[in-house]
């Protein structure tokens, strides 16, 4: 009797401490990653990545704006931004790519307006999710 409730002590400990998102088969484990949630999008009936893409669309729609030179004529170009949302919800910049200096701050200065949100998750813990947006101006 003794033995069987240590057994079911142990079970019921280990079942405690669980993970989310986390399976284990056999001698393989997958971890189960989510992306951010944008503001809004929490109850949203479409699936979260889904409602990111268009939360996000939405904002550079509305954030877009083509940058002018010293003359006053617009300048043309593109420029590529790689960027997480970080483990707390804000976005940070990691890499600029493009041959115009103005263009290359326009294009992060729309990024970096982007809302705090909830954090992408691994496990069920916090994590940085990356992504990529390829501007032209």
Known sequence: MKKLLLILFLFTGAS???QEGVKVTGNTMTT???PPVWPGCEAAT???KVCFKE???QHLKENY???KDANGNFI???AIVSFV???KGKPEITKVEGAKKELNEEAKRIILAIPQMKPGQVAGKPTAVS???PFTF
Do not use: D, E, H, M
């Open 76 to 78: 043309r170009g593109k």
């Open 32 to 34: 189960k990653q989510t």
């Open 131 to 133: 992504y990529k947006v």
């Open 16 to 18: 405690l401490f669980a």
């Open 46 to 48: 479409v699936p979260s």
């Open 55 to 57: 939360k996000l669309t």
């Open 85 to 87: 949302i970080n483990a």
């Open 65 to 67: 704006k083509f940058p």
